[in-house]
Nanobody, 118 residues
């Protein structure tokens, strides 16, 4: 079992940027499908971005071109660079290993709150 600790969230104005970090309790070097999810108030948790195999990635249409997922296996950490943020990005952000669109491999962490507001 791998546990995740997400950090880097906060309050940012529309158009601003944030960089989220996800620190894993164990090695992620063999976990191909690490990804970021988010859950907005009153909505289901949704996939934002993930690795699909090697360096290739998937992004939800809502964030394509503005968010960038990256990883540092030596630090067991996954990052999400979020640029040109919009108010609809307000949510709690989580990381996990993608299995299917609705299923992940590990227990969810606490997440990190991102609020985009003027």
């Amino acid at each position: 079992q791998v546990h995740f600790v997400e950090s880097g969230g906060g309050l940012v104005q529309p158009g601003g940027s944030l960089r989220l970090s996800c620190a894993a309790s164990g090695s992620i070097s063999t976990i191909v499908t690490m990804g970021w999810y988010r859950q907005a108030p009153g909505k289901q948790r949704e996939l934002v971005a993930r690795f699909t195999g090697g360096p290739t990635t998937f992004y939800a249409d809502a964030v394509k071109g503005r968010f960038t997922i990256s990883r540092d296996n030596a630090k067991n950490t996954v990052y999400l660079q979020m640029d040109t943020l919009k108010p609809e990005a307000t949510a709690v952000y989580y990381c996990n290993a993608y299995k299917t669109d609705r299923v992940v491999y590990f227990t969810w962490g606490q997440g990190t709150q991102v609020t985009v507001s003027s």
